[in-house]
């Protein structure tokens, strides 16, 4: 007989990863742009030597993963003009007024690989990025 925690702990890690599987898709799908999407515009704000800020507004977003979207476009393309290769997105808020989305989305950029889970390599990015039509700064 098996003891029930084991295959309880198990099953939990398996679902676990599952969810992580399910994580990277949904980010990987929320750079696929609208089909009527107007961008309106990137404001840029460094906010510290290595944290920026980027203000975006867009019109024809399905759900606020299309604006989360623009924001991490705009913040791949600033890190690789200021020559470095990764960013990593802290947060980003979004409202909407009417039809207009905006969103605020906080990243740290650096030139190597940062700590946690939420990095991006700014050249795959913005190579994704143009491929889905989606503009950066």
Do not use: K
């Not at 997105?89 to 190597?112: A, K, L, M, N, Y």
């Not at 889970?117 to 795959?124: C, H, L």
């Amino acid at each position: 007989m098996v003891p029930a925690l084991p295959t309880l702990v198990f099953a939990a890690a398996l679902c676990s990863g599952l969810a992580g599987c399910g994580e990277a898709e949904r980010s990987r799908a929320s750079l696929s742009s609208p089909t009527q999407a107007e961008y309106l515009g990137v404001d840029t704000r460094l906010l510290d030597g290595s944290t920026v800020s980027f203000l975006v507004r867009m019109r024809g977003a399905r759900d606020r993963g299309d604006v989360v979207a623009y924001a991490r476009c705009a913040a791949a393309q600033y890190a690789l003009i200021r020559g470095y290769g990764f960013a990593q997105h802290v947060r980003t808020t979004v409202s909407r007024s009417g039809d207009v989305w905006e969103g605020d989305g906080g990243f740290v950029i650096s030139p190597d690989l940062p700590v946690g889970m939420r990095n991006m390599d700014a050249e795959v990015i913005v190579d994704d990025c143009r491929d889905q039509g989606i503009p950066t700064v």
